[in-house]
Every structure is written in C-alpha cells, then in structure tokens.
Nanobody
Framework: QVRLVESGGGLVQPGGSLRLSCAASGINFSVYAMGWYRQAPEKQRELVATVTMDGRTNYADSVKGRFTISRDNAKNTIHLQMNSLIPEDTAVYYC???????????WGKGTLVTVSL
C-alpha cells in the first residue's frame, strides 16, 4: 500500500518560515519524481516545486528564491523549506510521487499552511 504522509504545516506570520516533510512508503522511492503542489480556497491545485530522481529541481515562479525542495532517498522523504512566507502562500500543500515509466502517481492527504497575522 502506497502512503505519502505530509507534516509540518501550521500557522505562521508573514515573513516567517516553515518546513514541510513528506514520508513515502510502499513505493521504490528512488525512481520516483517527487513534488509539492498546493490548493488555495476556491482555486485549482498548482505546482509548487518538484525534484526528479536524480535531484533536478523545478519551481513555480511565485516561490522561486523563497522555497527549496530536497529529497533524502535514504529516508524516503522529501522536504519543502519555505521562507519569507506571504499570505498568498496560504493553502493545503500536497505531496506527489510520479513514476515517469508508466505515469503512475500518488498523492498525500495534504497539510494546511496558513500565513496570517
């Protein structure tokens, strides 16, 4: 059974930082591209950042320079370091695992990030 479990969300003031984590099980983690997506209220889910199996990263323009995605293949875990948070970053953040070989993908249940005074 595949499980992606996010953690680290919460309430933070503008300008603050949070670190999200996603622990994966039930997949051959090292061959999956991993990513973070987010969905704000009444908006579509959007890509935040991805990291390929060989460590290449990609970011949405809105988070470049503020967010950093990383992966630890030894621990089957990815992280999203979020700095200089702004209210527009408020959303549920979802972990994603994608296998390019057959386009199988999996989603976590999400963790809520709220940026507010």
């Amino acid at each position: 059974q595949v499980r992606l479990v996010e953690s680290g969300g919460g309430l933070v003031q503008p300008g603050g930082s949070l670190r999200l984590s996603c622990a994966a099980s039930g997949i051959n983690f090292s061959v999956y591209a991993m990513g973070w997506y987010r969905q704000a209220p009444e908006k579509q889910r959007e890509l935040v950042a991805t990291v390929t199996m060989d460590g290449r990263t990609n970011y949405a323009d809105s988070v470049k320079g503020r967010f950093t995605i990383s992966r630890d293949n030894a621990k089957n875990t990815i992280h999203l370091q979020m700095n200089s948070l702004i209210p527009e970053d408020t959303a549920v953040y979802y972990c994603n695992a994608l296998y390019y070989g057959n386009l199988n993908q999996y989603w976590g249940k999400g963790t809520l990030v709220t940026v507010s005074l």
